[in-house]
């Protein structure tokens, strides 16, 4: 079971199939791209809570834990079709292998759950209140102890960092593809994730202070993004060849149209550049970043993904 899990994020190389129409296969990047983004709302809900910002009535971190619920669940779906044994997904709850991503994962995405739903008791939605009217009573012991409300926030950042690093590393661990092979992907998918998260949550935040503060602090995952990817590619290229033709798919290959247009240019160099003009006030703030942000996140793992698949350790003909 376990090793068909694992099996999910790797096909067989086929120098004859063609590159760019892989990334039709949309369950894992899908899956990847919303357990990260959930990741990066988990961070900010928890830090929200944690500094104290719950007691403003237009929190977002009292919007985020049901919409992450929502996503997270539509993002492990995405994961369930991709399994080709559906029905024994089970058994990854029978056992704990220490040594095994997926397994890490398993259980983490369980318990994402309850944080999440540990922050919604905070201040129920009014929807819920008509379901459940004794939420309010809930609600009302857990907020006579602030101390407690702190330590959901912390939870909620620690599982929200486990989470979106775990997405990175179940392809990382997988040696067999060039491309995944590098411990900075992990790092390169939770900062992605976070950026994505503060761009969706700036779309709907009603608190103008943290719109404000996340879009700044979006800049700032934008800005650590590009590093880490030149980081990525300096260490490729300085590497086997192997890792070397693994890197020119995406820089110069079948891959480097998306990866430059979509990826760099409208996923991260141009909506940083609006968001900059946006928070030092010299352009008003409108949707147009964050959603470039978010599409180029998603573009992102379809590029990662497929481009992974496509690479190989032996007889490589990645031109």
């Known amino acids: 079971m376990m090793n068909d ?16 129409m892989a990334m039709w296969e949309w369950q894992i990047p899908v899956y990847l791209f919303l357990g990260g983004m959930v990741a990066g709302m988990m961070i900010i809900a928890g830090y929200f809570l944690f500094s104290g910002r719950h007691k403003e009535s237009n929190c977002a971190c009292f919007s985020i ?13 995405a994961l369930f079709l991709d399994l080709s044994h559906k029905l024994y ?11 095994s991503p997926m397994s890490w994962g398993a259980w983490i995405l369980i318990l994402v759950y309850p944080a999440l739903i540990a922050n919604i008791l905070i201040r129920p939605s009014a929807w819920m209140l ?15 102890h602030p101390f407690l409300i702190k330590n959901i926030g912390i939870l909620n950042m620690i599982l929200g960092l486990m989470l979106g690093a775990y997405t990175g590393v179940l392809l990382s661990s997988m040696g067999s593809r060039p491309l995944w092979n590098t411990s900075l992907l992990w790092v390169l998918f939770l900062v ?17 202070a943290e719109s404000e503060l996340l879009a700044k602090a979006d800049n700032g995952f934008l800005v650590i993004e590009l590093f880490v990817l030149v980081m990525i590619f300096l260490g490729f290229l300085s ?8 890197a020119q798919l995406l820089l110069t290959g079948a891959y480097a149209p998306v990866f430059w247009v979509f990826v760099i240019g409208l996923g991260i160099v141009i909506p940083l550049i609006i968001q900059l003009l946006a928070v030092n006030h010299k ?20 590029v990662i993904v497929s481009a992974g698949q496509y690479s190989h350790w032996f007889n490589a003909h990645f031109h």
Not at 89 to 99: A, D, G, I, S
Not at 192 to 203: K, N, T
């Open 5 to 20: 899990l694992l099996e999910l994020t790797t096909t067989r190389h086929n120098p004859h199939v063609d590159p760019i």
């Open 192 to 208: 992605s994730g976070l950026s994505a998260a503060a761009a969706f949550v700036h779309l709907f935040a009603k608190n103008k």
């Open 239 to 246: 590497s086997a060849r192997p890792h070397i033709e693994a």
């Open 283 to 302: 352009i008003r703030h409108t949707a147009i970043a964050p959603i470039m942000v978010i599409v180029g996140g998603l573009i992102l793992r379809f």
């Open 130 to 144: 008509k379901i459940y009217p004794k939420l309010t009573e809930y609600a009302g012991r857990l907020n006579q």
């Open 65 to 77: 834990p049901t919409i992450s619920i929502v996503l997270l669940s539509l993002g492990m779906f």
């Open 89 to 99: 997904v089970w058994r990854l709850y029978t056992t704990f292998q220490f040594k």
